[in-house]
């Protein structure tokens, strides 16, 4: 069963508009919450990541918002660009070695 | 610095056959992860090694297994393939597992006929 659920499924924006990825957890045991970003015929690789002791963390364009009650996370994608368009997995882990992704959204940054 | 490489990138064999994939991890990275990544399953974690032990596997059949060696290179083998087994397979390697951030390959299609 999908541990870590994630939406959109896809979304098209603008050039510099906001692209916003929403996912949820039911596993408290979950204390590590990072997103990959992965492009056609590539592996995934590490955007940004979160632990439940902050609500939000930014780097460059991209913040995650991080509610541990609600159990959901989301990633922001300001100031979108063409080069942003990918495929974005978020996903949790904790102490097992091993990571839950959700589904992906795929992004579309239209110029 | 070197990435993750595997290889073959490309692969296809036919059902009932063997197969053996290869990652070589970024130098210093002792944790290999393996992953399957399929359009309707999307990421599912296969086995997780760390200095030669397997730490974690994730829930398929016994046809999957995995090794890894000392100098940290790893393989999984998939034993009498079947259709179903046709996906990307992605290795990961960190410093120490998982919640120190993976770096992927660029993965292995493996295409089973």
């Known amino acids: 069963q999908q541990q870590v659920k994630q939406s959109p499924q896809s979304l098209i924006v603008q050039k510099g508009g906001i692209s916003i990825i929403n996912c949820a957890y039911e596993n408290t045991a979950f204390d590590y919450f990072p997103w990959y970003q992965q492009f056609p015929g590539k592996g995934p690789a590490l955007l940004i990541a979160?632990?439940?002791?902050?609500s939000e963390k930014k780097e460059g364009r991209f913040t995650i918002s991080f509610n541990k009650s609600a159990k959901q996370f989301s990633l922001h994608i300001m100031d979108s660009q063409p080069g942003d368009s990918a495929t974005y997995f978020c996903?949790?882990?904790?102490?097992?070695?091993?990571?839950?992704f959700g589904a992906g959204t795929t992004v579309t940054v239209r110029a | 610095k070197a990435g993750v490489t595997q290889t073959p990138r490309y692969l296809i064999k036919t059902r009932g056959q063997q197969v053996t994939l290869s990652c070589s991890p970024i130098s210093g990275h002792r944790s290999v992860s393996w992953y399957q990544q399929t359009p309707g399953q999307g990421l599912q974690f296969l086995f997780e090694?760390?200095?030669?032990?397997?730490?974690n596997k994730g829930n398929f059949p016994g046809r999957f297994s995995g090794r890894q060696f000392s100098n940290s290179r790893s393989e999984m083998n998939v034993s009498t393939l079947e259709l179903g087994d046709s996906a990307l397979y992605l290795c990961?390697?960190?410093?120490?597992?998982?919640?120190?951030?993976?770096?992927f390959g660029s993965g292995t299609r493996l295409t089973v006929v």
């Open positions: 979160i632990r439940p002791d902050v």
């Open positions: 090694y760390f200095s030669e032990t397997q730490r």
């Open positions: 996903a949790a882990g904790s102490n097992d070695y091993k990571l839950s």
């Open positions: 990961a390697s960190s410093l120490e597992g998982a919640a120190y951030g993976y770096t």
